[in-house]
């Protein structure tokens, strides 16, 4: 029941909306990669450097001097939903990058009860099937400096693949662009525009498996519902700056405003642009063990009184990196101030170069 619940939940935008223009299309590609990230409330389009900065802000992948690859797994929903993503990097020469990262976010083995009842209405376990509703999205990534010193821009180049059993399936395409600058005295300053030209998805439908539920509420579903949509633009300008102390401890501030170019509830909503700040921080030993901390997500909830409550949400991460290869973990949504359920994150990042030592 709660595979189905969660799937009604994700196939709604194209079974139900009739308008090609989404606020919320293709939003498992704004959830998030790597628990360094994550457990600084994702306050890092200024500061990513890694092979990782080709999901945050492609401009970073200027600071990638080996081949890097990372993997991560999470699960949501109870277990239900389970989020997977890998990526690799490498430099192509001292003026240029490349990366390319897989995004899958899915719910398998869900019940399929159409077909339960027969034409005589007689009830057959036999009749139920299993199937998957799961999202794709492949990244590449390219980078380079710019003449300017201290100027970086990355283009990221996207497609993205929407399955939903035998019911329906989707192809997207879309491009990001992202900037970042550091001064003379390490601040650093990142601008990253997703989805600059929208994001284009076309959605095919088999008419036959659509038949077999459009009966199923009486006034629901009774045409086929649009077959495009369009994912808006969103934007983040960040700030970071690492602080040094003794060449054994350091400190990394970083902050981020995360725009969407629609009226949302988060803290700041315009009619024209909706804005979301997130602050995070990054404590170091050694560049050996990092203890990670954030929030964000900040919105204006309305309670059943009409009144209006602040909800954020609170992350905290640590890290180990030896060798090449580095452990993150983040848990998210401290102490439930937010409407989110807190996970648990695990990431993986590895310096290739080691294995040709």
Do not use: C
Request: no cysteine; hydrophobic share 45%; glycine share 8%.
């Amino acid at each position: 029941m709660k595979k189905l619940l969660l799937t009604l939940l994700l196939t709604t935008p194209i079974l139900a909306y009739s308008q090609a223009v989404r606020k919320y299309s293709n939003e498992f590609m704004s959830i998030g990669v790597d628990a360094a990230a994550l457990g600084m409330s994702n306050a890092v389009t200024a500061g990513t450097g890694d092979v990782n900065s080709g999901y945050w802000n492609p401009a970073g992948l200027m600071q990638v001097k080996t081949k890097q690859m990372a993997l991560m797994h999470a699960s949501y929903f109870a277990n239900i939903a389970q989020y997977d993503y890998a990526a690799f990097a490498m430099p192509i020469d001292d003026r240029s990058a490349l990366g390319i990262s897989v995004i899958r976010f899915g719910v398998d083995d869900i019940l399929n009860t159409t077909q339960l009842i027969d034409d005589q209405g007689n009830i057959d376990y036999n009749r139920i099937s299993l199937f998957s509703a799961a999202d794709y999205g492949v990244t590449l990534s390219y980078a380079r400096s710019l003449p300017l010193d201290g100027f970086t821009y990355g283009i990221n180049a996207k497609v993205i693949r929407r399955i939903i059993g035998k019911f329906a399936n989707s192809y997207g395409f879309g491009f990001d662009v992202g900037f970042q600058y550091q001064t003379q005295n390490e601040w650093k300053w990142g601008l990253m525009l997703r989805d600059i030209t929208t994001t284009y998805n076309v959605w095919n439908i088999d008419e036959e498996e659509f038949a077999t539920v459009s009966g199923a509420v009486a006034g629901q579903n009774q045409e086929l519902p649009e077959t495009t949509e369009i994912t808006l633009p969103k934007a983040q300008l960040g700030v970071s700056k690492k602080f040094v102390f003794h060449n054994e401890m350091s400190l990394k501030a970083a902050a981020n405003l995360n725009m969407q170019f629609a009226k949302t509830n988060d803290i700041v909503n315009l009619d024209f642009v909706s804005i979301d700040p997130a602050v995070g921080f990054e404590a170091g030993y050694l560049d050996i063990v990092f203890l990670r901390a954030g929030v964000g997500n900040f919105q204006n909830e309305t309670q059943l009184d009409n009144t209006q409550n602040l909800t954020f949400q609170p992350n905290i991460g640590l890290g180990f990196s030896y060798r090449g290869i580095q452990v993150d973990y983040a848990l998210t949504d401290i102490g439930n101030q937010s409407v989110a359920l807190y996970s648990n994150i695990f990431s993986l990042k590895v310096d290739l170069s080691i294995f040709s030592r």
